[in-house]
């Protein structure tokens, strides 16, 4: 049987007849491995013997063994994809200057970026805000924005969607994706997949897509025409059963499926649900489930398309054909989902969750894995602020919570007291793509406004929709007005607080927090609660449903147990309780049937690419090669190139290292390149003060990742990063070892450089968590870093950091650098074999400053041939650039 088949639609390659052909049940295969044969077989001209074909089918024997695997496109976000760019216009640069074309540095898959991640709220809570801050918007902005409209015009396969349209993901899952790709040239059908530079990509799951986040260093190695090469990983089955109850939301089940999952140590794994709860999610909460998957770790977190990812395609107005092509598709090449063969799908392991079991939640105060019963929210942050420093606590004195200032809020007192909530935003692409939950949100603070509640002006409330079309839903509702008038505004279509966007608080609260150190907190519809994540000044920061984040408006403070005491008092004076306002899951429903269709999407999306006319107003000349600007603080040509130019070989520091970090469990990508405000007394914010930048101009970190110049000064820079080796200095300093100095990072690193002296990191468990954030390994990488080693890795930071020809190594099992007595003083030398092989183990050399040695062996964290040649060329970027003709 030929696996090459066609029908009424177009050819496909059949994973079925791949299967057959191998003496292998098509049933036995999670769906999520299916798509990954189909990939192999396509890029193989359907040869079921080539190497990756055959791993595949026998995927449970080969768990490690790395694969191809070809995205059919690449999705970008602007703050990781301006970087992206900057780096395919310096590349494009340096190929004219070795003689080759322009050219021949372009995307050969669709690529769409999507400018959602810089907008800030610089106003909220009046109708004015969403028009003020897209203005400042522009004006931080139009250095960025001139690139990627330059980039659209110099590109081919490039588009981008401009600013104030909605984020990423949700236009993703609502718009972009096909589902199933179509070639009209070839008359070729194949699984639409997707790569994108942003963690949460993983959200295009929900829809029966394939995806998942990834460095913007492989991104672009994929644009270019390379595969990513990644180890066949485990799949989890996660069999749900049972019902959501009335009034338990898709939020709350995604916060305790990241707890359970976390505990069931799925990190860089396949999740793929599964069962006859699974039939009772519809789409936008499966997408919420999936858009999660960071959070609790695994690749991916794959649903399965059936009969709702049907009926999700025909409400968010996909034309017809591409309804028909992709049934048939999905249905004729064994990847829609069949109940019946649920007992016969091998899954490595099967989680079983049972929906009714989940209750109302919320997750913090610093991790979204940390999942907290709405009614144990109060003491158990009165148990945080008292705890040791760390991620479940403040490190401060349990008569903190007593905490109270007088405010002077613009002539108004108010009394600023521990536990107050201070930002409350209806935010993130996790919630707004889920109308149950906003009409939920909508539904509560009708009741609220119905009963005469209110909103202290302490507390910053702000919404930006991921799309749209929920403004249009919200406002056939009838809605809009009611959230309005507690101050949920749209104050703009983006990622905004989720991202780190929050913008000031009230002057006087600011002032009243550095001056106090109190311990307020925050409630977003988001994803991510890091420390000073959200806002520096705020230290709890909690995770929760659109509809919790407008109670705990409306409540104030932290220390109110909502589900005990009043959330406030009505017009009548009398005491109002959130089940009184709590909105049903059948009353939801109602209205979202009734207020809900494919028109809302359609006319929300029929002028996606056109732009307001602050972007059209950008005049952009076309060039095959970008013009940079010496004086432009945003925009910078990086030198990662400069070497291969001027033919010079590389060759890492491996040998006299001296320890820059000794960090401990859990740092994230955060904490090792911050995307939130940049301080004025930080190596950053000096750099830009002496190129005449004024602080209110500063913007953010993640906004000035095009230049390596700011971003080199921010890597490590975070103001809550906890480095050992600065002697109890919290934020982004070390001891500068010849001089036993504590210093600014960067400014021990220029003196290393000077010096000739490599640089190692010494990290503990999960380092690199949280976003695929490609400046979390460019950075230590200009500031003279060559080596990590930790007691694991984050999936995509570890790939990062290899992709940009840095030695990730790993503890052995049961060793620490405590354990090993290490504690960053010593020069370390790694001893490299002449022939490298993944994962093997290599010898550490560490000499102590009283010259004894302690020799320990580490596990190369190079998991592929390729990854090791990624190293000896200094990066895979510079491999490419190699290669192209």
Not at 323 to 337: D, K, Q, S, V
Not at 459 to 464: N, Q
Request: hydrophobic content about 40%; aromatic content about 8%.
């Amino acid at each position: 049987m030929s696996v090459v088949q066609t029908n009424d639609m177009g050819q496909f390659w059949s994973i079925e007849a791949a299967a057959s052909a191998d003496n292998i049940q098509i049933q036995t295969l999670p769906y999520s491995i299916r798509i990954l044969l189909e990939n192999a077989l396509r890029k193989n001209d359907g040869d079921v013997n080539a190497t990756d074909v055959q791993h595949l089918l026998n995927w449970q024997k080969n768990v490690g063994t790395p694969v191809n695997f070809y995205p059919a496109r690449i999705i970008l976000q602007d703050y990781t994809g301006v970087p992206c760019v900057v780096d395919l216009a310096s590349m494009r640069e340096a190929a004219v200057k070795m003689g080759k074309p322009a050219e021949s540095i372009n995307p050969a898959i669709p690529v769409d970026l999507v400018v959602d991640h810089s907008v800030q709220i610089d106003k909220a809570g009046n109708p004015a805000a969403m028009a003020f801050n897209i203005k400042r918007e522009y004006e931080r902005n139009a250095e960025r924005y001139k690139l990627l409209k330059w980039a659209q015009k110099s590109f081919t396969n490039f588009q981008a969607i401009p600013p104030d349209t909605g984020i990423i993901h949700q236009i993703n899952i609502e718009h972009l994706s096909p589902v199933v790709q179509f070639d009209r040239k070839t008359n070729a059908l194949y699984p639409d997949s997707v790569f994108g530079t942003d963690s949460h990509t993983t959200m295009i799951n929900g829809l029966g897509v394939l995806g998942w986040g990834v460095g913007g260093i492989e991104a672009e190695a994929c644009m270019l025409g390379e595969p990513s090469i990644f180890s066949i990983p485990e799949v989890i089955g996660v069999h749900l059963t049972g019902k959501l109850p009335s009034g338990v939301v898709a939020t709350d089940l995604a916060l305790s499926m990241t707890q359970v999952l976390r505990e069931n140590q799925v990190v860089g794994k396949f999740v793929e649900y599964f069962g006859s709860g699974y039939q009772q999610l519809g789409v936008a909460d499966r997408a919420t489930l999936a858009n999660m998957a960071p959070e609790y770790g695994s690749t991916c977190g794959y649903c399965p398309f059936d009969e709702s990812s049907i009926a999700y395609l025909k409400l968010t107005g996909r034309d017809n054909e591409l309804i028909a092509r992709t049934t048939e598709y999905m249905r004729g090449n064994a990847l829609f989902y069949q109940n019946r063969n649920d007992a016969q799908v091998q899954y490595s392991k099967i989680v079983e969750f049972d929906l009714s079991t989940v209750t109302t939640s919320i997750a913090g105060p610093k991790r979204p894995q940390d999942r907290i019963a709405l009614g144990q929210a109060a003491d158990d942050f009165k148990q945080v602020v008292a705890a040791p420093l760390g991620n479940h606590g403040f490190g401060m004195a349990r008569e903190n919570l007593q905490d109270s200032v007088l405010l002077d809020l613009d002539g108004n007192q108010e009394t600023l007291r521990a536990g107050d909530v201070l930002i409350a935003a209806l935010t993130s692409c996790t919630n707004t793509s889920n109308p149950t939950v906003l009409i939920g949100a909508g539904l509560l603070a009708k009741k609220a406004v119905e009963k005469g509640l209110t909103v202290s002006p302490k507390v910053k409330t702000s919404f930006a929709p991921g799309s749209q079309a929920v403004t249009r839903y919200l406002t056939a509702t009838g809605l809009m007005p009611y959230l309005e008038q507690l101050g949920f505004n749209i104050v703009a279509y983006g990622c905004t607080t989720c991202i780190g966007n929050a913008g000031p608080l009230h002057a006087a609260i600011e002032e009243a927090l550095k001056q106090t150190d109190m311990a307020c907190t925050a409630v977003l519809s988001g994803n991510r609660n890091f420390e000073s994540r959200i806002h520096p000044l705020i230290k709890g920061n909690y995770l929760a449903s659109p509809i919790l984040v407008v109670a705990y408006a409306l409540a104030g403070n932290m220390l109110i147990n909502l589900q005990e005491e009043p959330i406030g008092k009505g017009k009548d004076g009398q005491a109002v309780y959130l089940k009184e306002i709590w909105p049903t899951t059948e009353e939801i429903t109602e209205y979202a049937n009734q207020y809900i269709n494919s028109d809302t999407y359609k006319e929300a999306y029929k002028d996606i690419f056109d732009g307001r006319s602050e972007w059209n107003q950008l005049d952009v000349p076309e060039s095959k090669t970008f013009a940079w600007e010496d004086e432009s603080t945003y925009i910078a040509n990086p030198p990662y190139f400069d070497d291969q130019i001027a033919n010079r070989p590389v060759t890492p520091r491996i040998k006299a290292l001296k320890t820059i970090a000794v960090l401990g469990d859990s740092v994230t990508t955060d904490h090792i390149s911050p995307a939130g405000v940049i301080p004025l007394d930080t190596p950053a914010g000096e750099y830009l003060t002496a190129h005449h930048i004024k602080g209110r101009d500063f913007n953010s970190y993640g906004s000035r990742r095009g230049n390596h110049h700011v971003m080199v000064r921010g890597t490590l820079a975070n103001t809550r990063l906890n480095n050992a080796l600065g002697q109890g200095k919290q934020g982004g300093f070390t001891t500068y070892w010849p001089t036993k100095e504590v210093m600014p990072i960067f400014d021990a690193c220029q003196k290393y450089q000077k010096d000739g002296t490599g640089l190692i990191i010494l990290a503990g468990q999960d380092y690199g968590m949280g976003s695929s954030r490609d400046w979390a390994a460019k950075g230590v990488k200009l500031l003279g870093v060559s080596v990590v080693i930790a007691e694991s890795f984050e999936r995509i930071h570890r790939s990062n950091l290899a992709m940009m020809g840095l030695l990730p190594l790993q503890y052995a099992t049961g060793e620490t650098a405590k354990s090993l007595g290490l504690d960053g003083s010593e020069t370390f030398s790694v001893e490299l074999p002449a022939k490298l092989l993944p994962k093997q183990a290599i010898l550490v050399t560490a000499q102590r400053v009283d010259g004894t040695v302690i020799d320990f062996k580490a596990t190369l964290r190079l998991d592929s041939a390729a990854e090791i040649n990624y190293f000896r060329m200094g990066g895979i970027l510079n491999q490419v650039l190699a290669e192209e003709k």
